[in-house]
């Protein structure tokens, strides 16, 4: 039996599945770990099953990608293009804290509906309610919670009370590695009850902001995953892992912030409130990045000329792209109605912001600013615990695999084919 979902069919499974989104985890963080052999399940995932590069949909940021993830498919299609924007009708600034504008139905949606007993657990309740469409809910069959706000959990909202999704254990601090690590233990209490058969887990990237590969830090956190999907693989579980964005150290040498701030060069050139940037990286989250990343979009207020704004912008130290809303739309899967009229995209170390004073640099949690949304950050590791088919293992040498095919490759790839 399958399901189709956004013009991809989908296996219905008859095992458990597992898909993880390490948020933040760039390639550099795994290299590290395997060649100091501090993440041994890991390892053997890539060795066993499937390691491959995979581009992350743009920008590099966590809300789209998480729901590209869900839905199998890029931001053209679902609607979702960052974490905060501007609403052309209400000239209102918005931070997505809910559904938003999801426009595509999700896998972990439809599988429930096909009666598979589905949970979707998030580090930050900001994903929960995008990623719970149609899973959770009134009249819905599924979980869905978040770290952040288990506690609070009802039956008729998230599919669980708050004492189950606790289950004993404290609310972790937002800022902190365990936010992640409950939610990996929440994800295989459920397995292991038989509350849940196919469950997607998304982590916090709250070390890899803070912590650059090798640091102790970093090297706790990884060791504390890696033994939590080695017991989803002991347990059973065909486990998928990818990220939603790799990781960036955007500091001068000195370990100040390298940061352009697009706002105020563009009100020395055409004057103030004639443009106004929009950093969609900006979530709740300040102390990750201070809603600092290698993306911004610039709406242009007045009858400037849009292809002379893009070629100021371009000719900025620092600016890898200025892009006119049509192009950054065709050149990355990106919907029309969430653009702006130039989208900057930085070089490699660079943070775009708006205005001088205006990001909370004196609150970041590392000693250096680390964060992402460019190119840079776009290639992440793409893993499958279990070897793929004849098929797959095809798809993967002959076009550039996304994070939002892991369900495709886990769902339908580790699949055994008829002879």
């Given at each position: 039996m399958?399901?189709?979902?956004?013009?991809?069919?989908?296996?219905?499974?008859?095992?458990?599945?597992?898909?993880?989104c390490?948020?933040?985890?760039?390639?550099?963080?795994?290299?590290?770990?395997?060649?100091?052999g501090?993440?041994?399940h890991?390892s053997?995932?890539?060795?066993?099953g499937?390691?491959?590069?995979?581009?992350?949909?743009?920008?590099?940021?966590t809300?789209p990608?998480?729901?590209s993830?869900?839905?199998?498919?890029?931001?053209s299609?679902h609607?979702?293009?960052?974490?905060?924007w501007?609403?052309?009708?209400?000239?209102?600034?918005?931070?997505?804290?809910?559904?938003?504008p999801l426009?595509?139905?999700?896998?972990l949606?439809?599988?429930?509906?096909?009666?598979?007993?589905?949970?979707?657990?998030?580090?930050?309740?900001?994903?929960?309610?995008?990623?719970?469409?149609?899973?959770?809910?009134e009249?819905?069959?599924?979980?869905?919670?978040?770290?952040?706000?288990?506690?609070t959990?009802?039956l008729?909202?998230?599919?669980?009370?708050g004492?189950?999704?606790q289950?004993?254990?404290?609310?972790?601090?937002?800022?902190?590695?365990?936010l992640?690590?409950?939610?990996?233990?929440?994800?295989?209490?459920?397995l292991?009850?038989?509350?849940?058969?196919?469950?997607?887990?998304?982590?916090?990237?709250?070390?890899?902001?803070?912590?650059?590969?090798?640091?102790?830090?970093?090297d706790?956190?990884?060791?504390?995953?890696?033994?939590r999907?080695?017991?989803?693989?002991?347990?059973g579980?065909?486990?998928?892992?990818?990220a939603?964005?790799?990781?960036?150290?955007?500091?001068?040498?000195?370990g100040?912030?390298?940061?352009?701030?697009?706002?105020d060069?563009?009100?020395?050139?055409y004057?103030?409130?004639?443009?106004?940037?929009?950093?969609?990286?900006?979530?709740?989250?300040?102390?990750?990045?201070?809603?600092?990343?290698?993306?911004v979009?610039?709406?242009?207020?007045?009858?400037?000329?849009?292809?002379?704004?893009?070629?100021?912008?371009?000719?900025?130290?620092?600016?890898?792209?200025?892009?006119?809303?049509?192009?950054?739309?065709?050149r990355?899967?990106?919907?029309?109605?969430?653009?702006?009229?130039?989208?900057?995209?930085a070089?490699?170390?660079?943070?775009?912001?708006?205005?001088?004073?205006?990001?909370?640099l004196?609150?970041?949690?590392?000693?250096?600013?680390?964060?992402?949304?460019?190119?840079?950050?776009?290639?992440?590791?793409f893993?499958v615990?279990h070897?793929?088919?004849?098929?797959?293992?095809q798809?993967?040498?002959?076009?550039?695999?996304?994070?939002?095919?892991?369900?495709?490759?886990v769902?339908?790839?580790?699949r055994?084919?008829?002879?």
């Amino acid at each position: 039996m399958s399901i189709l979902i956004n013009s991809r069919a989908y296996y219905v499974p008859n095992s458990p599945i597992v898909v993880i989104c390490y948020d933040g985890m760039d390639p550099s963080y795994l290299a590290d770990a395997a060649i100091r052999g501090i993440s041994p399940h890991l390892s053997a995932m890539a060795e066993r099953g499937f390691y491959g590069s995979a581009h992350s949909a743009m920008p590099s940021f966590t809300n789209p990608n998480n729901v590209s993830i869900v839905c199998g498919a890029p931001p053209s299609v679902h609607g979702v293009s960052g974490n905060y924007w501007y609403d052309r009708e209400t000239g209102e600034e918005v931070m997505m804290t809910d559904a938003g504008p999801l426009g595509a139905p999700t896998i972990l949606a439809g599988l429930s509906e096909a009666g598979v007993k589905v949970a979707a657990v998030t580090a930050k309740d900001k994903l929960r309610k995008a990623l719970a469409v149609g899973l959770a809910g009134e009249g819905r069959r599924g979980i869905a919670f978040s770290a952040e706000k288990a506690s609070t959990c009802t039956l008729t909202e998230h599919g669980i009370l708050g004492e189950e999704a606790q289950a004993g254990r404290p609310i972790p601090d937002q800022y902190s590695p365990d936010l992640s690590l409950f939610v990996l233990d929440a994800g295989l209490r459920l397995l292991q009850s038989g509350r849940a058969q196919v469950l997607y887990l998304s982590l916090s990237d709250f070390v890899q902001h803070a912590h650059a590969p090798g640091a102790p830090e970093s090297d706790a956190f990884i060791r504390a995953v890696d033994a939590r999907v080695g017991a989803f693989i002991d347990a059973g579980a065909t486990v998928g892992i990818v990220a939603d964005h790799g990781m960036t150290d955007l500091s001068l040498a000195d370990g100040s912030p390298n940061i352009l701030y697009l706002g105020d060069r563009l009100d020395a050139r055409y004057g103030a409130g004639t443009t106004r940037v929009i950093c969609p990286i900006t979530d709740p989250f300040v102390r990750h990045h201070g809603a600092l990343g290698g993306f911004v979009r610039v709406h242009i207020l007045s009858a400037l000329d849009h292809g002379e704004v893009r070629d100021f912008l371009a000719g900025l130290p620092g600016v890898q792209h200025a892009l006119l809303r049509d192009e950054v739309c065709r050149r990355f899967d990106l919907p029309m109605e969430r653009e702006g009229d130039v989208a900057v995209i930085a070089g490699k170390g660079v943070a775009l912001g708006t205005r001088q004073g205006a990001h909370a640099l004196g609150e970041l949690a590392g000693a250096r600013l680390r964060s992402h949304g460019s190119l840079a950050e776009r290639d992440v590791p793409f893993l499958v615990s279990h070897p793929l088919n004849a098929t797959y293992r095809q798809k993967a040498r002959s076009q550039q695999l996304h994070n939002y095919d892991i369900f495709d490759f886990v769902l339908n790839g580790t699949r055994r084919e008829e002879a």
